[in-house]
């Protein structure tokens, strides 16, 4: 396999994974009795966490709502589309 086809396989499934850990989230939001630390939710939790933090500074929750994992698979996807969409970025280095 080409170089460039190994990078466009490994960001796109990169980019699958933090979009299915972000709507994993979403999901948990809706559970807040839920302990965050403990196994197996704390797999979703570490790595999106420090993504989410700076978002909710921004964006504060909307009628007790956390919408900031909305915002991150709405950037998620916009970016998997620039970069290993059809016409992608990383598609056409290659």
Known sequence: ???????????GLLLAL?????IFR?????YPQVDLT??????????TEPLLA??????????????????WVGIITLLREILV???GLLRMLG
């Open 38 to 47: 403990k196994l197996p939710v704390a797999l979703v939790v570490r790595p």
């Open 54 to 71: 700076p978002v909710r500074k921004l964006v504060p929750p909307i009628g007790g709502v956390d919408i900031s994992p909305v915002i």
């Open 18 to 22: 933090m979009t299915l850990l972000f």
């Open 1 to 11: 396999m080409a170089m460039s086809a190994v990078l466009n396989w490994g960001v």
């Open 85 to 87: 969409g059809q016409q």
């Open 26 to 30: 979403i999901v948990l939001t809706w």
